[in-house]
């Protein structure tokens, strides 16, 4: 894999974080280069999904900072990220289930609608342009996905792993810079998971979206992984490319239980 990587996207810096007396997280940091993918693996409750709620401002860790692009963001809630750039997908989807999967992908773009509620409701005027551009958007999102068959058909008909991809859909949508993936493949069968694991790195590649994703498949994490964070405990035990991290005794302490 010959790929430019480019200067750390962002930066995670000494996080804590503790729920009552459960301490999820304990001083972490990494970093994230642009155009990377980043996996965060580690055992259950490791604090896996804990960091990426701090990074996209769902939880405000009691210690350290997340800097974007070299601009702190303690404070931001999730809506503030998600504006900056950095778009995420749910281990449990939510989605419109509903609603058909154009609109799902189409609720991505909310954060880029311009015009107000009237104008957008009579479809008139700038809105109309507005609307036209982010309907072209979507439908490439729809191509890029190879959706086309189901974009009229209600997302909670379709088979689970057509719903994840729906999910990235979304996220795509909002034209992230950096994409947060909790367990992407999560539930899937082996063709389910070959599929997204082209999709992401079709991302990666095509669009240059900087990738953070958690997953529990071992090969799908070594196979597309520039790098990787290791979290036991709520601590880093390991950070490296997918070989360092492979044979990092610690790495292997934990998943197995023993070392080899
Ligand atoms: N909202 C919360 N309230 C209380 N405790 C929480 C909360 N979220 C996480 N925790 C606790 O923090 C620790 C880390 O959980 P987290 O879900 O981040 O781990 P994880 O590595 O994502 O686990 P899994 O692989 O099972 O999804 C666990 O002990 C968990 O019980």
Redesign the pocket.
Known sequence: MSKEIGDVILDVKNISLS?GG?K?LSDISFNVKEHEIRAII?P???????MLNCINGVYLPQQGSIAFRGQTFKHMNSHQVAVMGVARTFQNLALFKGMSVLDNIMSGRNLKIKSNLLLQALRIGPAEKEEIRHREAVEKIIDFLEIQAFRKTPVGQLPYGLQKRVDLGRALAMEPQVLLLDEPMAGMNVEEKQDMCRFVLDVNDEFGTTVVL?EHDMGVVMDISDRVVV?DY?RKIGDGTPDEVRNNPDVIKAYLGVEH
Not at 45 to 50: H, L
């Open positions: 729920f459960v999820a580690g259950n409750g490791a604090g896996k999904s804990s958690i979290l709520g």
